[in-house]
């Protein structure tokens, strides 16, 4: 099979610099954060919902559970899936056994919407923000550029909700593991790929790899594939794999 053959599709001109644009202009917005504080159903854990300032159409918002204890803790952010993303469970009230006494963990939302609302309440966001396409980053008029792409607006979310968790006082600075499965994956790609601070990513069945083949070669990409369009190589992590340590 040879799989250290295997090759990437060919990369746009400036890819780094992409992504070095994009997370710069993260420190010119303040975070802002603002904390709720939610019961978790434990002693052992505190759980709160964020909500970040970010440079997206929309705030960066998620979960943090932070062990009771005071000390130092590794570092777990947890990314969601497509459809997982947009389910209610995504955004309710983490239950007590996701939580941790040994970890500070973090649930990141790629989406700007409120957290712990009714199920309607995400049923008309999901329907607002998919537009014309049905989907969100499913437009090919967007995903024409990097910058009109929704996985731009999801990408600047990855690294403010990070770069928050670093700087909580739990964090023991050393271990960041991310995690997720499809969307959920790509977006851990991103952080691994971009965010030195990542120690592993714990990922599966990634999303959006090597979305040029089918439309340039012919190749068996998965069968829920994005419809083809250049934007969509800033974010394809058969390129970004590479560039993780």
């Keep these: ?19 070095g644009a994009l997370r710069g202009a993260l420190p010119k917005v ?14 052992d854990v505190k759980l709160y919902a964020f909500t970040l300032d970010c440079p997206s159409d929309g705030p960066c918002v998620g979960w943090v559970a932070v062990p009771a ?7 777990r952010a947890k990314f969601f899936g497509y459809n997982e993303s ?21 649930w990141i939302s790629p989406h700007g ?6 199920p309607a309440y995400y049923a008309a966001e999901r329907k607002r923000l998919g537009g014309a396409s049905g989907g969100h980053a499913w437009d090919p008029a967007q995903n024409a550029s990097p910058d009109t792409s929704y996985f731009k607006q999801m990408a ?13 006082p739990e964090w023991d600075g050393r271990t960041l593991v991310v995690t997720g499965g499809s969307q959920g994956a790509l977006q851990a790609v991103w952080a691994a790929a971009y965010d030195p601070a990542v120690t592993a990513a714990d990922i599966s069945i990634v999303w959006n790899c090597d979305a040029w ?3 340039k070669d012919g190749r068996l990409i998965g069968d829920w594939a994005l419809p083809w369009a250049e934007g969509l190589r800033y974010f394809d992590a058969a390129s970004l794999a590479k560039r993780i340590p």
């Design 1 to 19: 099979v040879e799989p250290e053959k295997l090759q990437a599709p060919p990369e746009p001109a400036g890819l780094d610099a992409w992504w």
């Design 30 to 43: 303040p975070m802002n954060p603002r904390l709720k504080e939610y019961p978790s159903g434990r002693e």
């Design 69 to 75: 204890k005071p000390g130092k803790y590794p570092l």
């Design 86 to 106: 947009w389910q209610p469970r995504a955004m309710a009230v983490r239950k007590p056994e996701e939580l941790s006494a040994k970890e500070l963990r973090v």
């Design 113 to 118: 919407c409120e957290l712990a609302r009714e």
């Design 156 to 168: 600047w979310r990855v690294f403010r909700g990070l770069g928050y968790a670093k700087r909580r």
């Design 213 to 215: 083949g089918k439309a």
